[in-house]
Nanobody, 126 residues
């Protein structure tokens, strides 16, 4: 059974940092694009960042570029999202996703995401 389990969310003040983790299991993810999405209260889910499992290619939403960094540890089957300089507008539930058929650049508009995690809540106070 494939599982993506997020962790690392919490409450942080504006300007602070958090690191989210996504532990993947039940499948060989070497052919997958791994990504992070988020959904703020009352808003649609939006793309945040994506990475090839090899780690060679990354892609970010403009709103997080320069502040967030996506990475992966193949040995631990884990994908990370390092979030720095957090803003109140970053408050959302953050979801991990895996897609075998897209590229990091096409993942924002993908309709072929096979797996989703259940999410972890990030709250940034002003």
């Amino acid at each position: 059974q494939v599982q993506l389990v997020e962790s690392g969310g919490g409450l942080v003040q504006a300007g602070g940092s958090l690191r989210l983790s996504c532990a993947a299991s039940g499948c060989t993810f070497s052919n997958y694009i791994m990504g992070w999405f988020r959904q703020a209260p009352g808003k649609e889910r939006e793309f945040v960042a994506a990475i090839t499992w090899s780690g060679g290619t990354t892609y970010y939403a403009d709103s997080v570029k320069g502040r967030f960094t996506i990475s992966r540890d193949s040995a631990k089957n884990t994908v990370y999202l390092q979030m720095n300089s957090l803003k109140p507008e970053d408050t959302a539930v953050y979801y991990c996703a895996a897609d075998r058929y897209s590229t990091p650049q096409t993942m924002p508009d993908s309709h072929t995401i096979q797996y989703w995690g259940k999410g972890t809540l990030v709250t940034v106070s002003s």
